[in-house]
């Protein structure tokens, strides 16, 4: 899985409380992204990062927040965890912005919320 | 507004027969198409992309996919399918004028009988 690690693989919690899920890569990509896995939606982008502290909205990113403090690692939290928010995470790298630049993606993290 | 079309949940071949995933796009500039599968249990690995040049593009696992302009279509083929292809398959765009977002298909499940 390209040097990337999530953890944990996987998460169990309350409706109402917070949740950090980390992305862990060994590549020094520059980017790295949080996408979020549904059935018949194939994967939503939650948020991006374009370097340490830089980061962006996608295209569900309401209830989420990330952080980036340093280049390897790229959180992702639930303040305040929902039931719609059981899903199966996503981290993905990629070298470059370009648009032809290759994403390749993490284990991923099964989240169910009670 | 760039997005993707699987328009088949589900694909049934029997061992040494060829396959096809279908995958239909829609971008507003030139189109930049990947291919994913994911395999029970794990993240997405990445298949092949078409960027630009020979409309036939190979990658890995003996798949190949066909960029078609005409019908805006990246189908994904393979000549004799195995068991151990069975698993889920991505199509993905990138469109050259809408920045950084990368837009999944639904997905399509391949079911490779013996």
């Known amino acids: 899985d390209a040097g990337i690690t999530q953890s944990p693989r996987h998460k169990v919690t309350e409706t109402g409380t917070p949740v950090t899920l980390r992305c862990h890569q060994t590549e020094n990509h520059r980017y790295m992204y949080w996408y979020r896995q549904d059935p018949g939606h194939g994967l939503r982008l939650i948020h991006y990062s374009y370097g340490v502290k830089d980061t962006d909205k996608g295209e569900v990113s309401d209830g989420y927040s990330v952080s980036r403090s340093k280049t390897e690692d790229f959180l992702l939290t639930l303040e305040s965890a929902t039931s719609s928010q059981t899903s199966v995470y996503f981290c993905a790298i990629s070298e470059s912005s370009t648009s032809w630049e290759t994403q390749y993606f993490g284990p991923g993290t099964r989240l169910l919320v009670l | ?114």
């Open chain 2, 1 to 114: 507004a760039q997005s993707v079309a699987q328009p088949e949940d589900q694909v049934n071949v029997a061992e040494g027969n060829p396959l096809t995933v279908k995958c239909t796009y829609s971008v507003s500039g030139n189109p930049y198409l990947f291919w994913y599968v994911q395999y029970p249990n794990r993240g997405l690995q990445f298949l092949l992309k078409y960027i630009t040049g020979d409309n036939l593009v190979k990658g890995s696992y003996g798949f190949e996919a066909e960029f078609n302009k005409s019908q805006t279509s990246f189908h994904l083929k393979k000549p004799s399918a195995l068991v151990s292809d069975s698993a889920l398959y991505f199509c993905a765009v990138r469109d050259s004028n809408a920045g950084n977002m990368l837009t999944f298909g639904g997905g399509t499940r391949l079911m490779v009988k013996p």
